[in-house]
């Protein structure tokens, strides 16, 4: 009895460490060169897929030796980018400077499906990457520089030409968005274009501040990072 009764607080007792293996944190956030670019990469132990997450702006993370990030800190992507681990997501921030097919193919060597999430500024580099080759599994664009009606000559539409190599596509934006180049004008036509390859998820609420094309204001999705993030992140 003595020995069952040891055996079975043995087992009991190992029930929080298969529980902590079961949901181990994230690995710490690591730097790794792909193509000579410094990008900045976040591996949960089992990651259910992965996203590479291209923020806006000027891109230039500024990633330092230790998966550090000195650029872009309030951008809505690189401030929500350990929320994307925390769902099981393999992420990797990437830099301007980072080949999007390259990194496409690095993502996919850790785990598929892989989607590609680019916001403002970041939806042209997606764009730019596609058009050069890179085949993600799914494509996410928030507060994205869409059609001309967006108020921006250089937009997705011209730069693709052809919704061909569009994979399938998640707008999101935010109604209030009165940044002059991703105006919310700019959706509605690109949706069309895209001949049923993407689809929209409105936002509305949260708070505006400062400058509208900025990460502060509704272009940002100020206080609504949770939202933005479940969208992506469930976008498969």
């Known amino acids: 009895m003595r020995k069952s009764l040891l055996l079975l607080a043995a087992l009991m007792g190992g029930i929080p460490m298969l529980a902590a293996f079961a949901f181990a944190p994230a690995l710490a956030d690591e730097s790794v060169s792909i ?26 993370i500024r990633a330092g030796d230790n998966g550090d990030i000195q650029g872009l800190r309030g951008n809505q992507l690189v ?29 996919a060597a850790i785990k598929r499906p892989v989607t590609v999430i680019g916001t403002s500024r970041g939806t042209l580099r ?9 085949r993600p599994d799914a ?18 539409m011209s730069i693709l030409g052809s919704p ?6 998640l707008v999101i934006h ?12 700019g959706v509605d036509p690109f949706i069309k274009w895209s001949a049923g390859r993407a689809r929209v998820s409105w936002l509305t609420g949260g708070v505006e501040e400062g400058d509208p094309c900025q990460a502060r204001g ?19």
């Open 35 to 60: 193509g000579g670019s410094r990008a900045v990469l976040i591996k949960p132990s089992a990651p259910r897929g992965s996203v590479i997450l291209l923020p806006g702006g000027d891109g230039a």
């Open 79 to 107: 401030r929500t980018r350990h929320a994307y681990a925390a769902r099981g997501l393999a992420v990797l921030v990437a830099d301007a400077g980072t080949d999007l097919k390259s990194a496409v193919d690095y993502m």
């Open 126 to 134: 997606a764009a730019e990457g596609i058009a050069r080759g890179a």
């Open 139 to 156: 494509l996410v664009l928030t507060s994205g520089f869409l059609s001309p009606d967006s108020g921006s000559g250089s937009n997705v």
């Open 164 to 169: 061909a190599a569009l994979p399938r596509t």
């Open 174 to 185: 935010h109604r209030q968005d009165s940044c002059r180049a991703t105006l919310p004008a």
């Open 218 to 236: 509704h272009h940002g999705f100020n206080g609504l990072d949770g939202q933005v993030v479940g969208l992506a992140a469930g976008f498969r």
